[in-house]
Nanobody
Framework: QVQLVESGGGLVQAGGSLRLSCAASGSIFGLNFMGWYRQAPGKQRELVAHVSSGGSTNYADSVKGRFTISRDNAKNTVYLQMNSLKPEDTAVYYC??????????WGQGTQVTVSS
């Protein structure tokens, strides 16, 4: 089993910052990509950003220049630093990881609410 434990969500005013963390544990051999998706009410879940085990990153256009993803391979933890937050960033943010030959796993989600 793979466990993903998220932390760092909350309520912030527009223009503010939040930092999300997600720690992977359990049977995580083959751990490759780690990242974040989000789902706003009435919308489909969408990729926010992910980072490979080698450090390659990918961002949604809507967050480029505002969000930064990073990971600590020794701690099997991925971080998402979110700056210049906008009300449209309001969503449930899900930690995601992809293990080679085993597929994707999801966290339980953490709410991020940005007030205008």
């Amino acid at each position: 089993q793979v466990q993903l434990v998220e932390s760092g969500g909350g309520l912030v005013q527009a223009g503010g910052s939040l930092r999300l963390s997600c720690a992977a544990s359990g049977s995580i051999f083959g751990l490759n990509f780690m990242g974040w998706y989000r789902q706003a009410p009435g919308k489909q879940r969408e990729l926010v950003a992910h980072v490979s085990s080698g450090g390659s990153t990918n961002y949604a256009d809507s967050v480029k220049g505002r969000f930064t993803i990073s990971r600590d391979n020794a701690k099997n933890t991925v971080y998402l630093q979110m700056n210049s937050l906008k009300p449209e960033d309001t969503a449930v943010y899900y930690c995601w990881t992809y293990l080679n030959l085993r597929g994707a796993y999801w966290g339980q989600g953490t709410q991020v609410t940005v007030s205008s």
